[in-house]
């Protein structure tokens, strides 16, 4: 353990497994449905990063995405089925990050579950548009940082550790086993 989580007098570490961890990874997911999609992540190269919208995580843990089929991201993940997803829900709190192996899906009914009307934007076609495909991304593990008691408490704590000199942050943060 790190110098400053050994001066924490609280618990500050907590892995998670199984259903706790999809659990969690929904609960920091629905503060920040956006993530950084991140493609060729064991290729050596640089990843390729971009932002996504997920349409939804099921009770296991794993991410829904829609993606043109003639995407860069498709052509990456073809190429390299391994990927990173980064979430950050607000300033202070709700980080997770998510490895994972992703595949690629023309399902029409997967796609219509996963189907918001926004997303004309992009799919001209509407719902049937036949570049339409669905991404999973089976999450391999994670990891996650937050805090405990929420934003108000945790700013109170920072505050009262910086006056007295003491670690008394109310962070948590464990690997995440789906």
């Known amino acids: 353990?790190?110098?400053?989580?050994?001066?924490q007098p609280e618990k500050n570490h907590e892995d998670l497994a199984g259903t706790e961890a999809g659990k969690k990874i929904s609960e920091l997911v629905s503060k920040g449905s956006t993530c950084y999609f991140c493609?060729?992540?064991?290729?050596?190269?640089?990843?390729r990063t971009r932002p996504m919208s997920v349409q939804k995580v099921d009770d296991d843990g794993n991410f829904?995405?829609?993606s043109a089929?003639?995407?860069?991201?498709?052509?990456?993940?073809?190429?390299?089925d391994h990927v990173q997803l980064l979430f950050q829900g607000s300033d202070y709190s709700d980080f997770l990050s998510v490895y994972g192996v992703a595949t690629l899906s023309?399902?029409?009914?997967l796609i219509?579950?996963?189907w918001e009307p926004i997303l004309k934007t992009w799919f001209t076609e509407g719902v049937d548009d036949p570049r339409i495909t669905a991404i999973k991304v089976d999450t391999q593990e994670g990891y996650y940082w937050d805090n405990k008691h929420g934003n108000a408490v945790a700013f109170v704590k920072t505050i009262a550790g910086a006056i007295l000199g003491k670690t008394l942050d109310d962070s948590i943060e464990g690997k995440l086993s789906v």
Not at 1 to 7: C, L, T
Not at 39 to 47: N, Q, R
Request: glycine share 2%.
């Open 1 to 7: 353990m790190d110098s400053i989580n050994q001066q």
């Open 39 to 47: 493609t060729k992540i064991t290729t050596g190269e640089p990843l």
């Open 64 to 66: 829904w995405f829609l």
């Open 69 to 80: 089929n003639d995407s860069h991201k498709n052509a990456e993940i073809q190429t390299d």
């Open 106 to 109: 023309t399902d029409k009914q």
């Open 112 to 114: 219509k579950e996963l």
